[in-house]
C-alpha cells in the first residue's frame, strides 16, 4: 500500500518561500513509471495541479506556476519537496501529494492513484 504524508510549516509570510516535503512508504520513488506530484485546492479555483517529478527524477511544472516552482527529491529518505517562491495570498491553499503509475505522465488531477491527506498553507503577514 501507498502512503503519501505531507509536512511543513502552515503559516508562511508575503514574498517568501513556501516549502513542503512529502513522505513516501511502500513503494520507492525512483520505482518504474511512478509520477510524483504536488496539487492544491482553493475554493476559488479547485483543484489545481502544480507539477510533478517523475521516477528518473524529470520535472514538469504547470505554466502558471512554472517560474515560481521548484520539486526535488531525496531518495535517500524517500521524500519529494515543493518549493514555491515570492508567495501571495493567492497561493493559500490545501496542498497534497499525489502518485500515478502509468506509461505517461499524468495531465488532469482525476488521474491519481494515492493521494496525502493534504495541508493547510495560510500566506498572511
Known amino acids: 500500500q501507498v502512503q503519501l504524508q505531507e509536512s511543513g510549516p502552515g503559516l508562511v509570510k508575503p514574498s517568501q518561500t513556501l516549502s513542503l516535503t512529502c513522505t513516501v512508504s511502500?513503494?520507492?520513488?525512483?520505482?518504474?513509471?511512478?509520477?510524483w506530484s504536488w496539487i492544491r485546492h482553493t475554493p476559488g479555483k479547485g483543484l489545481e495541479r502544480i507539477g510533478y517529478?517523475?521516477?528518473?527524477?524529470?520535472?514538469d511544472y504547470s505554466p502558471s506556476l512554472k517560474s515560481r516552482t521548484s520539486i526535488s527529491r531525496d531518495t535517500s529518505k524517500n521524500q519529494f519537496t515543493l518549493q514555491l517562491r515570492s508567495v501571495t495570498p493567492e497561493d493559500t491553499a490545501v496542498y497534497y501529494c499525489?502518485?500515478?503509475?502509468?506509461?505517461?505522465?499524468?495531465?488532469?488531477?482525476?488521474?491519481?492513484?494515492?493521494w496525502g491527506q493534504g495541508t493547510q498553507v495560510t500566506v498572511s503577514s
Open positions: 517529478i517523475d521516477y528518473s527524477g524529470s520535472t
Open positions: 511502500g513503494v520507492p520513488i525512483t520505482a518504474y513509471n511512478y509520477y
Open positions: 499525489a502518485t500515478r503509475r502509468g506509461s505517461r505522465p499524468p495531465t488532469t488531477v482525476i488521474e491519481y492513484d494515492y
